[in-house]
């Protein structure tokens, strides 16, 4: 199977007032068309700022330094931390999508769900619209009888703004015409027909009466509403990839399975591949098919979901499943803290905690290997 | 330093440093008996290190900061102005240094020569003597009044807070109504009951600004008081006044600071308004102003020379604008210093 | 919705109440003889100032006092002006205008380039512009508000003989605007100057407008700018500005549909200070520039120890804050659909 996505040797540092947090040293991993890969790792590891920084919004202060993200377009690979704003505008939201994890926090209060919805077709998929527009104002001329009617000729007018918004969109003119209060009611045809795909979109999120819901407000919708038009939004234009950040936890458990089997379903629907970002191994298990394990901005192990629940090979990974609260088993937790990424340890980043540590763990930094099929570990135990 | 002559204000300004004392001292103190040496020094100085790690996080910020600087600067060249005032512009009279002499009766301004540095106003006072002694009235006014604001606003405050129900409805009410009013316009009108003094404004604008600081402080301990660590200190057996002292004040303090800072030059401002209204410092008393009451008539000069008595407003003016700009830069400062979410960058 | 201006209305009750409780606390402060100028309707009753004493009694107890002075000035009754020569509640009619005028434009641009500043302020934050931009306002901030009226009228009155002259009108238009030939419509010079079609009154009125203007907005902007920046630099570190972003949207609608209308919120709350503070200004930019408004009435009479004027003003103001507060918390209550829609 082919890579979708590629990321190679990324590193990310961010410069704060209290020094420079290593946040990322060179994270490999790929996703493959169609599959689901999840991203696992403690709370701070680097698995947000990966995500982040593939669709290029890293926050400040952080900085993209080096290593490549290659994207698979028509027959070529096209490196992305290479590309201008434009470009990263068209990939955002309509090839590479991305869901948080706080629905509530990436809703806009003061707008409406059709408001927001709508606006990824209007940015992504104006030329569709637009001919679904003309077809309409086509059909309203031939209804007219008269010929010296105003309405044909506000009709005519109308026809003519949306042929050139066809042929140029960014024409000067179009953005005059935004602005002037009256004349700019043009736009509610096209505002129409992205609305329509809007109900469209939210009906196949299973959201009932979705007429009623476009027009609500998000602080009117429960918490499991919210995230399925954030979903709703993020699957608008059928990306080829979805990454979702811990789109569940703040969810609670019912609806936490409501979600998940609805993300399950439309993967199959849409066929897109998805990154799915979460500490919850018990998800993992559910709706990957590879995972990869995080640890302080490197990624320690990667493998295929069956694989790396029956034989983990990393420590890390083999302390994290032994983590897993079980009813009789003694409950153990991984000694040590978190490694400070300003100041971080030197070599492989896990040596301090690391039961299985040895001599030259400290001095190198340990490469990711193939050490079964499809099995990759970067582990100094591993490579001989 | 001769301060003031009527003991109210006197009494007030007492009080205002001497709760400043206590404060500080509470605020700095980790143990309640005096640390000499030993394991004790030792277990002061870990205690204190979080404290000093802070304190050094945010002088590292004010350095960062250049307007912050600049404020720093200017305040300081004005508190050397006014310590050093009895040096630089001696008073004729040792009691009553805050007249300013007279050179004639005439009510031409003259301007800067070599017997009055920044000329002469209208009666021929000098400006020099005038801006430099009005430095320390600046001073004066602004430190009671915003210290005595401060202290009646955190007893207020920090009681009608921690204690809320009927108390808290009553304080609330009470200051709402004050801040109905814009601060001069009330002031204006207890000024105008009092009589137009010093004195008269610096009381009405202790009246008039308190309100602000208890509303302050209050929504602070509002906050504060939720927080776990409160309840702990009630758990282990605190007393009401010392959990209000040891544990909601310190945390609440940070946007008071601020709001003090700013209302240095803000206190400064309205009473120099008033003053130049009329309504304050009388005729010749070393204040900016009145000082610049007196250019009123002096605005345009004779046709030919249209600024040429310049120096009668622009002179003092500059003083109250470079003094006000000092706090104001250092408030804003302090602002952004403290404010925990914009804090870590 | 509905339940929360219900309960706004109800507040405003206790607040008009307090405000006339202080109103007659500053009252007492003043001994009978000065207090009783506030009972008269015209100046011939001050001849009996005994008598007056007498009527509304004035040495007895505070509550009687009070029963007295409020049935008074819920009849409209609020003392004689003597600095003016006019009854109080007169005097109040008469100078609004003047005001009025001066806020008709001192208010949309102070709030307009505000807003402006602090969104620039706020989306380029810590760069060069922003620096700049708030060191102005800072600056704007700390000008003693007389100061800059005198400065001002003498470069642009003195030094460019003329140009922009204090006081309302010029002389001729002063005597045009006051014949038979000019209807006074609403005593509003420029409105006035419209609705009577004579361009050359309207030109003069608004030169003479220009620096009392300047004046106010420029002391006032800092204000405004700080809390579109504040309230811009905390809509941008929320969720949806990420979300946005994520969707593909360009840089300018996502600070200006998505941060923008979130950051309006809290500037519109802080509405209600700026005509507070716009008051208090109004007050010394008058005095200086001898316009002839409300705030110039209030310290001629504090000086002239004319205490009906002051107290009738002080009411006045009072009144009308908290009716701005008012108005200012409905309008937000409808632009914030979490509290529009419950």
């Known amino acids: 199977m082919e890579k979708l996505l590629d990321v190679r040797d990324l590193v990310v540092r961010f410069y704060t007032y209290e020094g420079i947090v290593k946040a990322l040293e060179g994270v490999n991993l790929d996703i493959r068309k169609g599959e689901t890969l999840g991203l696992v790792g403690e709370t701070g590891c680097g698995k947000s700022v990966t995500a982040l920084s593939i669709l290029l919004l890293t926050p400040p202060p952080g900085k993209i330094e080096e290593g490549k993200v290659l994207l698979k377009q028509a027959k070529r690979y096209v490196d992305l931390l290479r590309q201008d704003e434009a470009f990263m505008r068209n990939i955002r939201g309509s090839d590479i999508s991305m869901i948080f994890q706080e629905p509530s926090a990436a809703l806009n209060p003061v707008y409406t769900v059709d408001d927001q919805v709508s606006e990824v077709f209007l940015v992504h998929r104006r030329e569709e619209l637009c001919k679904k527009v003309l077809e309409g104002i086509e059909d309203d001329i031939r209804k007219i009888k008269g010929r010296l009617s105003l309405r044909r000729m506000v009709l005519k007018w109308e026809r003519g703004i949306y042929r050139r918004m066809l042929k140029k969109p960014n024409s000067f003119l179009l953005k005059v015409l935004q602005k002037i209060p009256f004349v700019k009611r043009y736009q509610r045809r096209l505002k129409g027909e992205a609305r329509k795909m809007t109900v469209q979109i939210l009906r196949e999120m299973e959201i009932p009466n979705p007429d009623d819901v476009v027009n609500r407000y998000p602080h009117e919708l429960s918490g499991g509403m919210q995230q399925r038009v954030v979903i709703a939004m993020a699957l608008a234009c059928n990306p080829r990839l979805l990454m979702a950040d811990e789109p569940t936890t703040s969810l609670d458990v019912t609806t936490q399975a409501q979600i998940l089997d609805l993300i399950r379903k439309l993967k199959g629907e849409f066929g897109s591949s998805v990154l799915y970002i979460t500490h919850n191994l018990g998800v993992i298990a559910e709706m990957c098919d590879r995972v990869g394990v995080m640890y302080a901005g490197d990624v320690c192990e990667l493998a295929g979901v069956r694989e790396l629940f029956k034989d983990p090979l990393h420590p890390y990974t083999k302390a994290l499943f032994g983590a897993i609260p079980k009813p009789g088993k003694k409950l153990r937790s991984i000694g040590g803290t978190v490694p400070n990424l300003i100041d971080p340890p030197t070599g492989c980043r896990f040596h301090p905690r690391c039961p299985k540590v040895m001599e030259i763990c400290p001095k190198v930094v340990p490469k990711m290997k193939e050490v079964k099929k499809g099995h990759f570990v970067a582990c100094h135990l591993y490579s001989k | 330093m001769s301060l003031m002559t009527d003991p109210i204000s006197q009494i007030a300004f007492a009080l205002a440093l001497f709760a400043l004392g206590l404060s500080i001292l509470k605020l700095l103190s980790t143990s309640r008996l005096t640390v000499l040496f030993g394991a004790r020094w030792t277990k002061f100085k870990a205690s204190m290190k979080p404290r000093m790690r802070e304190l050094k996080f945010s002088l590292r910020r004010v350095k960062d900061s250049p307007l912050s600087i600049v404020g720093i600067c200017i305040i300081a060249f004005f508190v050397a102005i006014a310590l050093l005032a009895p040096v630089l512009a001696r008073p004729e009279d040792p009691d009553d240094p805050y007249r300013i002499p007279r050179d004639g009766f005439s009510p031409t301004p003259r301007p800067p020569n070599e017997n009055h540095r920044f000329g002469t106003t209208e009666g021929q006072f000098d400006i020099y003597y005038g801006v430099i002694w009005g430095t320390r009235t600046a001073f004066r006014v602004s430190i009671i009044v915003v210290g005595a604001a401060l202290l009646i606003g955190l007893v207020v405050g920090s009681i009608a807070g921690y204690y809320g129900g009927i108390v808290d409805e009553i304080f609330m009410r009470i200051t709402d109504i004050f801040l109905a009013f814009p601060y001069i316009i009330l002031a204006m009108a207890f000024v105008t009951a009092f009589g137009a003094s010093l004195d008269s404004v610096m009381k009405a604008l202790i009246i008039v600004w308190w309100p602000s600081y208890a509303r302050l402080i209050r929504a602070e301990v509002l906050s504060v008081r939720e927080e776990d660590y409160v309840e702990a200190a009630k758990a282990v057996g605190g007393s009401d006044f010392r959990v209000i002292t040891r544990h909601v004040l310190p945390n609440s303090i940070y946007p008071v600071l601020v709001m003090a800072s700013l209302d240095m030059g803000a206190v400064v401002l309205v009473a120099a308004a008033m003053s130049f209204l009329g309504l304050g410092a009388p005729v010749g008393y070393a204040d900016w102003g009145q000082m610049i009451g007196f250019s009123r008539n002096w605005i345009v000069g004779p046709p030919g020379n249209p600024l040429a008595y310049w120096y009668t407003v622009v002179i003092p003016g500059l003083f109250i604008f470079f003094f006000v700009l000092g706090w104001n830069l250092l408030g804003d400062a302090f602002r952004d210093i403290l404010d925990p979410k914009l804090r870590r960058r | ?342």
């Open chain 3, 1 to 342: 919705m509905r339940s929360y201006i219900i309960r706004r209305l109800l507040l405003l009750i206790p607040v008009l109440l307090g405000i006339i409780l202080l109103i007659f606390a500053l009252l007492q402060l003043f001994d009978p003889y000065q207090r009783a100028a506030l009972y008269v309707r015209d100046p011939k009753q001050m001849r009996d100032v005994e008598g007056i004493i007498e009527k509304y009694h004035l040495n007895d107890p505070v509550y009687v006092q009070f029963y007295y002075w409020i049935s008074e000035v819920l009849h409209g009754n609020l003392g004689w002006s003597k600095s003016i020569n006019m009854r109080v509640s007169d005097a109040l009619f008469y100078f609004l205008p003047a005001t009025l005028e001066l806020f008709i434009f001192a208010v949309p641009l102070t709030i307009l380039i505000g807003m402006r500043l602090g969104r620039i302020s706020a989306v380029h934050r810590d760069k060069p512009v922003d620096h700049v931009t708030r060191g102005l306002a800072i600056a704007g901030y700390s000008l003693p508000t007389f100061w800059l009226g005198l400065m001002l009228l003498m470069v642009f009155y003195g030094f460019f003989s003329g140009l922009f002259p204090p006081e309302r009108l010029g002389v001729a238009a002063d005597a045009y605007v006051n014949s038979a030939a000019f209807t006074r419509y609403t005593r509003i010079n420029t409105l006035d100057a419209i609705l009577n079609g004579e361009l050359w009154i309207l030109i003069d009125a608004l030169r003479h407008l220009v620096l009392p203007v300047i004046t106010l907005t420029v002391v006032n902007i800092a204000f405004v700018m700080r809390i579109m920046r504040s309230s811009m630099l905390e809509a941008l570190g929320k969720g949806y500005v990420v979300t946005a972003k994520a969707k593909g949207l360009d840089e300018k609608t996502v600070i200006n549909k998505h941060a923008g209308r979130n950051a309006l919120i809290p500037v519109i709350t802080v509405a209600g200070y700026l005509v507070a503070g716009l008051m208090a200004g109004a007050v010394i930019t008058e005095t200086v520039f001898n316009y002839k408004g409300l705030g110039w009435w209030s310290v001629n009479a504090a000086i002239q120890l004319d205490i009906p004027a002051v107290l009738g003003f002080v009411l006045f103001i009072g009144t009308v804050v908290v009716i701005t507060n008012l108005v200012v918390d409905l309008l937000y209550a409808y632009v914030d659909p979490r509290i529009r829609l419950g």
